[in-house]
Structures are given as C-alpha cells and as structure tokens.
C-alpha cells in the first residue's frame, strides 16, 4: 500500500527533472552560463530547504555527527551540480527528451551496478538477466526517441 502511495511522489519528481532542465537553460540565456545558472538554482533550492529544515525540525541538530561523517558523503552536492549544469548544456541542444532518456539510462545503469555491489550502504540485489535487459531496454528506448 505504501507503494501506490508513493508512486505520485515519484512521478511528479520525474516529471520535475524536465521541466527543470527547460527553466534552468532559459535562465542561463538570462545570465549568460550554464555554472551561475545551476549556482542560482542551487540557492534558491538551498534557500527551500533551510526554511523547511526550520518549519519541521524544531530543534537545532548536533553538529558532531554531521562533521564525523565520511568524506565521500559530501559527495552528494557536487554530482548535484553536475547534474545540473549538464542538464543546462545538454538540454538546448538535445532536446528535454533525448537528454531524460541519456540520464534515466546513466541512473539505471548506475543504480544495477551500486545495488548488485552493495555500494554506499546500499542492500545487494543481483544484477540478473531480468534487470540487465530492462536497462538494455531503456538504452534502445533513448535510442528511438533520439532517432525519430
């Protein structure tokens, strides 16, 4: 049950990613780059999510655990920007769509590589032939929507 619940929390943040792509590579025309256009991104995000850390938390955390945390898990930020910078270079000059379809086959075939290993905490789930070939799918898939 939970599942069905959380399926239109999941597409609307699937649906996000695109309409994102498009805002962000407008606003880079308006203040002429793809890096400041992700920074200003970035901030107004940043900006969301403190005010809504301060609305729910009530409390302030303990900043012991936060600066203990391993080095790799500040990583998150930086492949965030990544992310969005390539989706403002990309997406004016491959179209929203062929550059979804090159990201969702990046994540998918990251996601079967760090779930079969057991990467960053992740649980182990087997990369088997079933999940193997849904990725090949969704290659042939970017593939098509590239094509025509």
């Known amino acids: 049950m939970t599942w069905l ?3 239109p929390v999941a597409l609307a943040a699937g649906m996000a990613a695109p309409t994102q792509f498009a805002i962000n590579s407008q606003l880079r025309q308006v203040v002429g780059g ?3 256009a992700a920074a200003l991104s970035f901030l107004v995000g940043t900006v969301i999510l403190f005010a809504t850390t301060a609305i729910v938390r009530r409390s302030v955390p303990e900043l012991g655990p936060i600066m203990n945390a391993p080095w790799w898990m500040w990583l998150g930020g930086l492949l965030g920007a990544f ?3 390539a989706s403002i270079i ?3 000059r491959l179209g929203a769509a ?3 379809g090159l990201f969702l086959a990046g994540q998918v075939i990251a996601s079967i590589a760090i779930d079969h ?3 960053l905490g992740v649980p182990v789930q087997p990369a088997g032939i079933p999940r193997l070939l849904g990725a090949l799918l969704i290659i042939i898939g970017v593939a ?3 094509r025509f």
Request: one cysteine or more; aromatic letters at 10%; proline letters at 10%.
């Open 117 to 119: 290993f057991g990467l």
């Open 5 to 7: 619940l959380l399926l």
């Open 144 to 146: 098509i929507v590239q």
């Open 34 to 36: 793809p890096v400041l």
């Open 90 to 92: 990309l997406t004016p």
């Open 98 to 100: 062929t550059t979804v």
């Open 83 to 85: 992310f969005v910078c």
